[in-house]
């Protein structure tokens, strides 16, 4: 298995449960959501970048190769949002993808409901 964000090959057991190497882990910041060891199974992997009253917007780190993207897994990141974000279901959510395009998740609290392209009205 291959680190999530590098490629490159992991060889410890936490690593390769968590999909991504120490010295990535280190680099983001990313140790885990909630208190859990185990930050992703192959899920998406992100970044929450900025969180307003009104909008989410998160920076899509998967690449899709090892980990899935944020467009393939996004009711597992819809869910992992809500348990992070106070009054998630009242907010907006926008993502970067792989390819720089910022596009906005339309939901309804922990599911999703459709893609809608571009930040129409929401400075980023």
Not at 60 to 84: A, K, P
Request: hydrophobic share 35%.
């Amino acid at each position: 298995m291959n680190c999530c964000i590098c490629k490159k090959h992991l060889t410890d057991l936490t690593s390769i449960k968590l999909g991504i190497g120490p010295v990535c882990r280190a680099k983001y910041g990313i140790s885990g959501l909630n208190g859990q060891n185990e930050l992703f199974n192959n899920h998406a992997v992100f970044k929450l970048e900025k969180e307003t009253d009104s909008f989410v917007y998160i920076v899509d780190w998967g690449h899709n190769r090892n980990c899935r993207t944020v467009t393939n897994d996004v009711e597992w990141v819809l869910s992992e949002l809500s348990d992070l974000v106070d009054y998630f279901d009242k907010k907006r959510v926008f993502y970067m993808d792989s390819d720089q395009k910022i596009d906005e998740i339309i939901h309804s609290g922990k599911h999703f409901i459709s893609f809608k392209a571009g930040h129409e009205g929401v400075a980023l």
